[in-house]
């Protein structure tokens, strides 16, 4: 066997390379390579021979190739539910509720086939305590308490179940790896053994990931590009609801989430999330508006907050939370030029409700609404959401899948809806009860709402 020489890893992004460098040529992070030692390869590996080929045409695609998990929100994220033979990696905050979900999910999952959980951090008794609390009694759920992968892996290989979770990937050791625990070459290295029990057996795995203090997934980047999906979980540490958001997913859409309310017995998933976001709006409060975004498929109004106040600094504060900073100061600036407010010496705060993060420029017209709002402090007519793309030119530009949205703020209640104008070509207005009101630019928005003011 050949011996391997020692290289050079970033501990954020995987580069190698074979003398120590301040910074990552491939991710700009500094101070991040470690030294370590690669696992040899044995002789012979690789030797170029010839593997046989099927052409596509004569692959046979199984018609029931995915797992559903119990819950309609998870499955709509997974994009239909969990792939046969799929590696996906699951990461959020400590004690945001990924343990939770999993065992809620095997809980369902448990009701047809034979799923193992292989706990990396918790004993037996410890998940026994936790899986009573949430009335996880399936008597195909079987529990392995191990941080040893060569020992995990061959337990998947003698009981041949349908679904693995490991929880999770950061505490597993594989010995041929030669480090310790959690190390950028014990995640990729296991990852890459599970990577491929779950493609030769045609298993199921979910990874549990840790995320650092940035809130990145904590290992390799490389341990990202490996697996199938990759599913973020956020939320507030204290409110009581989670969002379960798509990062990356070869099997479906990459921008749905999924909204969950933590209970004292596990999670429960909401399945109407605009009407969560809006129950606590307040009546007759000026700086308030409502949009409606796309989540992937899925229509959700979200309410957007604007403050305005009389700054007592040199130079004003700007703060925006749920809204990016610099898209935050572009609307300001095109307010001052194009409809002639002036924000020079005021602070202005911009706050998305319900912790959602609005990164669609739909979102722009009922910021700039709101803004104007919290300046004239005149609260916008009840029943009236806005939606709208806004260019440097005071332009409001058209949006995606306008009649669906339409569609949710009606059902929601809503009498009136600015959009642009553009987006009604070919729009039949008959068909709404709300009253939909076209627009051209940001003037003609702040008019429209004067009139009904």
């Given at each position: 066997?050949?011996?391997?020489?020692?290289?050079?890893?970033?501990?954020?992004?995987g580069y190698e390379t074979v003398k120590w460098?301040?910074?990552?040529?491939?991710?700009?992070?500094?101070?991040?390579?470690?030294?370590?030692?690669?696992?040899?390869?044995?002789?012979?590996?690789?030797?170029?021979?010839?593997?046989?080929?099927?052409?596509?045409?004569?692959?046979?695609?199984?018609?029931?190739?995915?797992?559903?998990?119990?819950?309609?929100?998870?499955?709509?994220?997974?994009?239909?539910?969990?792939?046969?033979?799929?590696?996906?990696?699951?990461?959020?905050?400590?004690?945001?509720?990924?343990?939770?979900?999993?065992?809620?999910?095997?809980?369902?999952?448990?009701?047809?086939?034979?799923?193992?959980?292989?706990?990396?951090?918790e004993s037996s008794k410890q998940l026994k305590?936790?899986?009573?609390?949430?009335?996880?009694?399936?008597?195909?759920?079987?529990?392995?308490?191990?941080?040893?992968?060569?020992?995990?892996?061959?337990?998947?290989?003698?009981?041949?179940?349908?679904?693995?979770?490991?929880?999770?990937?950061?505490?597993?050791?594989?010995?041929?790896?030669?480090?310790?625990?959690?190390?950028?070459?014990?995640?990729?290295?296991?990852?890459?053994?599970?990577?491929?029990?779950?493609?030769?057996?045609?298993?199921?795995?979910?990874?549990?990931?840790?995320?650092?203090?940035?809130?990145?997934?904590?290992?390799?980047?490389?341990?990202?590009?490996?697996?199938?999906?990759?599913?973020?979980?956020?939320?507030?540490?204290?409110?009581?609801?989670?969002?379960?958001?798509?990062?990356?997913?070869?099997?479906?859409?990459?921008?749905?989430?999924?909204?969950?309310?933590?209970?004292?017995?596990?999670?429960?998933?909401?399945?109407?999330?605009?009407?969560?976001?809006?129950?606590?709006?307040?009546?007759?409060?000026?700086?308030?508006?409502?949009?409606?975004?796309?989540?992937?498929?899925?229509?959700?109004?979200?309410?957007?907050?604007?403050?305005?106040?009389?700054?007592?600094?040199?130079?004003?504060?700007?703060?925006?939370?749920?809204?990016?900073?610099?898209?935050?100061?572009?609307?300001?600036?095109?307010l001052e030029k194009r409809a002639g407010y002036?924000?020079?010496?005021?602070?202005?705060?911009?706050?998305?409700?319900?912790?959602?993060?609005?990164?669609?420029?739909?979102?722009?017209?009922?910021?700039?609404?709101?803004?104007?709002?919290?300046?004239?402090?005149?609260?916008?007519?009840?029943?009236?959401?806005?939606?709208?793309?806004?260019?440097?030119?005071?332009?409001?530009?058209?949006?995606?899948?306008?009649?669906?949205?339409?569609?949710?703020?009606?059902?929601?209640?809503?009498?009136?809806?600015?959009?642009?104008?553009?987006?009604?070509?070919?729009?039949?207005?008959?068909?709404?009860?709300?009253?939909?009101?076209?627009?051209?630019?940001?003037?003609?928005?702040?008019?429209?709402?004067?009139?009904?003011?």
């Amino acid at each position: 066997m050949a011996k391997a020489k020692d290289v050079y890893l970033c501990s954020e992004c995987g580069y190698e390379t074979v003398k120590w460098l301040g910074k990552c040529p491939s991710c700009g992070s500094w101070n991040s390579f470690s030294l370590v030692t690669p696992i040899a390869s044995p002789a012979g590996r690789g030797s170029g021979r010839a593997a046989p080929v099927s052409p596509i045409s004569g692959i046979a695609a199984e018609e029931d190739i995915r797992y559903y998990t119990g819950l309609s929100e998870l499955d709509r994220v997974l994009g239909g539910g969990l792939v046969k033979g799929s590696l996906v990696l699951l990461g959020g905050d400590p004690g945001i509720g990924k343990s939770t979900l999993l065992l809620q999910i095997c809980q369902s999952l448990g009701e047809s086939l034979k799923v193992l959980y292989v706990s990396g951090e918790e004993s037996s008794k410890q998940l026994k305590l936790r899986a009573e609390r949430l009335e996880v009694d399936s008597e195909r759920l079987f529990v392995l308490c191990c941080g040893d992968m060569d020992t995990v892996l061959a337990t998947i290989r003698a009981e041949r179940p349908a679904v693995v979770v490991i929880d999770s990937i950061q505490t597993m050791v594989l010995s041929s790896a030669g480090s310790s625990a959690g190390s950028v070459t014990q995640v990729r290295e296991c990852a890459n053994a599970l990577l491929a029990v779950a493609k030769e057996n045609d298993i199921s795995i979910i990874l549990v990931g840790h995320v650092t203090k940035e809130g990145n997934l904590a290992g390799p980047r490389i341990l990202e590009h490996m697996v199938d999906a990759v599913f973020q979980f956020e939320g507030e540490q204290h409110h009581s609801y989670r969002l379960l958001r798509a990062v990356k997913n070869r099997y479906g859409a990459t921008n749905e989430i999924a909204v969950f309310e933590m209970q004292d017995k596990g999670l429960k998933q909401v399945a109407n999330p605009s009407a969560m976001l809006l129950s606590e709006r307040p009546e007759g409060v000026s700086g308030s508006c409502v949009v409606c975004v796309l989540e992937g498929s899925r229509p959700i109004l979200a309410e957007v907050q604007a403050l305005i106040t009389r700054s007592g600094f040199a130079s004003p504060r700007r703060m925006a939370t749920g809204f990016d900073y610099n898209r935050m100061s572009l609307l300001l600036a095109v307010l001052e030029k194009r409809a002639g407010y002036t924000f020079a010496n005021l602070d202005a705060y911009v706050n998305v409700v319900g912790g959602l993060r609005l990164d669609e420029p739909a979102s722009d017209l009922p910021i700039a609404l709101a803004l104007v709002s919290g300046l004239r402090d005149k609260p916008i007519p009840a029943g009236m959401l806005a939606i709208g793309e806004i260019g440097l030119g005071g332009e409001i530009r058209s949006v995606i899948r306008i009649e669906d949205r339409i569609r949710e703020a009606e059902r929601l209640g809503f009498t009136r809806c600015l959009v642009p104008q553009s987006s009604l070509t070919g729009l039949e207005l008959k068909r709404f009860k709300i009253k939909v009101v076209g627009v051209r630019d940001i003037v003609e928005a702040l008019r429209s709402i004067a009139d009904n003011s």
